[in-house]
């Protein structure tokens, strides 16, 4: 009977090793291109937590479309608790109020607002540099940007740490997107808000927007003599109402500006002939500038403790 012969088994392919080592070489060529691209991307950045206990939200847009990002601050702000003078009552709320909310108690946002300078935005400050240690971390959003606080949100939502998102010198303008996100990120949405996301703000402003004297004439008068604010008023009084706290700023006395004078130029090195001696130009000082607050008082500190120091260097090089 006649027999098939058997086909011999086929053998490797020699160019199969050769082309498995040419897309290897081409996946670790493409890697960077990719990871430019996945920059580039729209979505959300998680950072390098690691790096730093304040963070700064920015959107980078390309061809793409835009992308949020938050970029660890690198050079923080060294201001402490005992750093701030003349605002004990203010100062103990929202150190009160920011142990609740590290120790996963119940807490408030914040709204601090006020006369400039006088400690609002250093008084958030000093908190982070207080509570970083036990978690506390703070994300600074511009006026812009509120529009992606659900981003945000939803970015840290999972994170043990507890954050404050940290908005300065906030104020708006009518018919402004970033008002409407605000509302909704205070108290307004569907979803709960996340347990370990707060809003700090501050503002000069009580209700955060412009206010009109034509606006009080919608106001309604009852015949039990209830007041009713028209629906402009309202809606402005609206936002600063979904803050849980309320704390309000006031002007320096002198005697309290010249302390806060004394404690800065003492920082400086300065001793306590040179702090009496600063009392007159500490004053005028503050007259040009037209405010007596910390603010005026730290800036004060700087420059005549400089020219101070200045002066003896220049008289040792004249000689």
Known sequence: MPTTA?????????????????AAQLLALAAPLLSQLAALMPGAVAPDWSASSAFRWRRRVS??????????????STIRLADLHNIDEQKSVIDRNTRQFVR????????LTGSRGTGKSSLIKACLNTY???????????????????????????????FIVFCDDLSFEE???GYKALKVALDGSVAA??????????SNRRHLMPEKMSEN??????????????????????????FGLWISFYPFRQEEYLAVVGHWLEHFGCSQAEIDDARGDALRFALERGSRSGRVAWQFARDWSGQTRLKPARAARRR
């Open 6 to 22: 058997r086909k011999p088994a086929p053998s490797a392919s020699p160019e199969a090793p050769i082309a498995a080592d040419s």
């Open 63 to 76: 061809a793409f479309g835009s992308r949020g990002e938050l970029q660890p601050i690198r050079a923080l």
């Open 104 to 111: 996963g108690l119940p807490a408030n946002n914040v709204l």
């Open 132 to 162: 970083a240690r036990q978690g506390l971390r703070l994300i600074e959003v511009d006026k812009s940007d509120l529009a992606d606080l659900h981003d945000i949100v939803e970015l840290v939502c999972d994170r043990p740490e507890r």
């Open 175 to 177: 018919g402004e997107a």
């Open 193 to 202: 808000q996340s347990d370990n996301v707060l809003i700090y703000a501050t």
């Open 217 to 242: 004439l919608t106001a309604k008068h009852q015949e039990d003599g209830e007041i009713h604010p028209g629906e402009t008023v309202e809606e402005k009084i609206s936002l600063s109402e979904r």
